[in-house]
């Protein structure tokens, strides 16, 4: 059987996958062929930390990582949400008051700084978190995270893609 292929995508990890999936959803790519030495998400994408965040010191980074985590809950409402996107942010935890523990933390660039919450003094710090150590001089929360299923959002991307024509 010959068919003919207009870009073939070598790997199906998460990126892979994703790949394949925009460009089956456009309309100027129909023959999309999706290879890998075995079955989908088997390597690295099955190693994932399953974490996602929106802070990253670099500009670029935050444009793109916000950007991803757009396209993640669009997957979710496109496909009704058969994966699992827990938005519970990040805390960081530091014995240390007055480190700095992220770069340009205190920046007024709020593009690399997304939504940074620090928090230094002792008595809030031990009606929120009562659970954290009486050493604990400063929490940095990054609202912007939490973690994805991506098995399951592999699965729903990769399943639409092969509904769109991918092999």
């Known amino acids: 059987m010959n068919q003919r292929t207009d ?6 990890g998460i990126a892979g996958i994703a790949a394949a999936y925009y460009l089956a959803r456009s309309k100027s790519r129909r023959n999309v062929l999706l290879v890998d030495r075995g079955p989908p998400m088997a390597y ?6 399953e974490n996602f ?7 670029c980074m935050a444009d793109l990582c916000s950007r991803s985590h757009e396209l993640m809950l669009q997957v979710a409402r496109d496909s009704g949400s058969p994966f699992k996107i827990s938005e519970t942010g990040y805390d960081f935890v ?3 008051g007055n480190s700095d523990l992220f770069q340009g933390a205190q920046s007024d660039d709020k593009g690399v700084r997304a939504s940074l919450t620090r928090i230094t003094d002792r008595r809030l710090l031990a009606a929120r978190f009562p659970y954290l150590s009486r050493e604990t001089r400063q929490v940095v929360r990054i609202a912007d995270a939490g973690s994805v299923d991506v098995h399951a959002l592999g699965s729903a991307m990769l399943a639409d893609a092969r509904k769109h024509g991918v092999r």
């Open 44 to 49: 690295t994408t099955s190693k994932s930390g």
């Open 94 to 96: 530091s014995q240390q």
């Open 53 to 59: 965040r929106a802070y990253w010191p670099q500009r």
């Open 7 to 12: 870009t073939v995508i070598v790997g199906a």
